[in-house]
């Protein structure tokens, strides 16, 4: 069993800035992919971006040039820096990680609120 912890939660005024992190209970290289989701109210959870173990990085459209993910193995965490923030990235944001054995586990949500 893994255990996430996710900082927050946040709030931010349009434009603005904010960086979530993830804790995992076991080291950083027993994952070969960790990423972020969101979910809105009303939404259905989407990908926000996820990062390899080969250190490639997807990102969904709405978070590219804005967004930017990253692992550190060592200190078992994985990162997102959000940058131009918009009210509708206003959402409850999971940590997500997917072990070699190809068992996931989320995190508990922590709340991103981007409103002036």
């Known amino acids: 069993q893994v255990q996430l912890v996710e900082s927050g939660p946040g709030l931010v005024q349009p434009g603005g800035s904010l960086s979530l992190s993830c804790a995992a209970s076991?080291?950083?290289?027993?994952?070969?992919?960790l990423g972020w989701y969101r979910q809105a109210p009303g939404q259905e959870r989407e990908l926000v971006a996820h990062?390899?173990?080969?250190?490639?990085?997807i990102y969904a459209d709405s978070a590219k040039g804005r967004f930017t993910i990253s692992r550190d193995n060592a200190k078992n965490t994985v990162s997102l820096q959000m940058n131009s923030l918009r009210p509708e990235d206003t959402a409850v944001y999971y940590c997500?990680?997917?072990?070699?054995?190809?068992?996931?586990?989320w995190g508990q949500g922590t709340q991103v609120t981007v409103s002036s």
């Open positions: 076991k080291s950083g290289s027993s994952f070969f992919l």
């Open positions: 997500y990680v997917c072990d070699w054995g190809g068992h996931d586990y």
């Open positions: 990062i390899r173990s080969t250190g490639s990085a």
